[in-house]
Structure formats: structure tokens, C-alpha cells
């Protein structure tokens, strides 16, 4: 499948079904996603490379090769590389809906638009 890029690294999708949605993604030194949740799926992350910070509502907690965080659906969340090697993991996304329209924005570093409210 192809990649889809993105200011902060891209993703390749290896899987896509009716419920649930699998994603190899990539994120470059010094990048993060944006501040975001879901209304309609939760995320379960294994982190293949590198090291990770995540928010997870308020909390933040750092995450290396070889461990996996569950981001239940509704949960602001973010993840984070701030160390000098590409960051790669594995994202399942399991719900009644996987579209990349199921994001809600309250923080962004590329100028994307944020979520009204």
C-alpha cells in the first residue's frame, strides 16, 4: 500500500476492514502529532524503533522499543520524538469507524485546523 505523508514523518495502512484499521507509521526526530481524539475508535500502539513520549489526557509517559500503550476512544493523546533516530510503531485502530475524519484537533504544530470548542 502507499504512503501517506505527513509534516511530522507518514504512515503506510497494511490493513483496513470494516472495524478495525492497521497502520505502520513513522515519525521523524523532533516531531510530534497533534494534540488529538477519537469519537468512534480506541488505538493500541507497539513501538517497533526508537523511544517515545505520549500524552495520554494529562499524563505523560515514555515508552522504548518493544512496549505498547492503549489509547482508549474519547482520550486526548499524542505522541512524540524528541530523540535522534525515526521513531516506528504499529498502530491498530479498532471501532465502528477508522476514517481519518474521526480527528479532533485541540493542538497542532503544522497549522492544521483544530477542532472548534
Not at 514523518?9 to 476492514?17: A, E, I, P, S
Not at 497533534?34 to 469519537?39: A, G, P, V
Not at 498502530?91 to 469507524?97: C, H, M, N, T, V
Not at 477508522?98 to 485541540?106: N, P, T, V, Y
Amino acid at each position: 500500500m502507499e504512503e501517506s505523508n505527513r509534516p511530522w514523518g507518514y504512515y503506510k495502512v497494511l490493513d483496513d476492514t470494516v472495524n478495525h484499521k492497521v497502520k505502520k507509521i513513522v515519525v521523524f526526530p523532533g516531531c510530534r502529532l497533534s494534540l488529538q481524539r477519537h469519537k468512534h475508535r480506541s488505538e493500541h500502539w507497539y513501538i517497533i524503533q526508537g523511544k517515545a513520549i505520549v500524552k495520554k489526557d494529562s499524563d505523560e509517559l515514555h515508552f522504548n522499543s518493544g512496549t505498547n500503550v492503549d489509547i482508549p476512544r474519547g482520550c486526548w493523546h499524542r505522541i512524540e520524538n524528541f530523540y535522534g533516530e525515526h521513531l516506528i510503531l504499529i498502530e491498530i485502530q479498532q471501532g465502528d469507524y477508522c476514517g481519518e475524519d474521526d480527528i479532533e484537533r485541540l493542538e497542532d504544530d503544522y497549522g492544521r485546523t483544530l477542532s472548534p470548542g
